[in-house]
Nanobody, 121 residues
Framework: QVQLVESGGGLVQAGGSLRLSCAAS????????MGWFRQAPGKERELVSSISWGGGRTHYADSVKGRFTISRDNAKNTVYLQMNSLKPEDTAVYYC??????????????WGRGTLVTVSS
């Protein structure tokens, strides 16, 4: 069992930055690929970024490439999403997710409860 707890969301002006964190419980964190999904009002949940279980491969949605950076610290059981140059269209609830032994998180085994990011224009 893996529990995921997100933090770092909030209100920011367009062009600003936020860093999301996701703390994971359990001793097998390093065996899971980790991902960040988001869901805006009235839209489907979408994959924003993912990092492989070993940390060597990352994936980004086209809409965030060059602006967002995902990273993980297996010693701290934590994955991060650094979000720069934020736009109003980045406003959404951001969810942390984990999938066992894969490269890109597509069908998560575990989800966090989400953290709200609001970008004002």
């Amino acid at each position: 069992q893996v529990q995921l707890v997100e933090s770092g969301g909030g209100l920011v002006q367009a062009g600003g930055s936020l860093r999301l964190s996701c703390a994971a419980s359990g001793r097998t964190f390093s065996s899971y690929a980790m991902g960040w999904f988001r869901q805006a009002p009235g839209k489907e949940r979408e994959l924003v970024s993912s990092i492989s279980w070993g940390g060597g491969r990352t994936h980004y949605a086209d809409s965030v490439k060059g602006r967002f950076t995902i990273s993980r610290d297996n010693a701290k059981n934590t994955v991060y999403l650094q979000m720069n140059s934020l736009k109003p269209e980045d406003t959404a609830v951001y969810y942390c997710a984990a999938e066992y032994m894969t490269v890109v998180v597509r069908t998560p085994d575990y989800w966090g409860r989400g953290t709200l990011v609001t970008v004002s224009s």
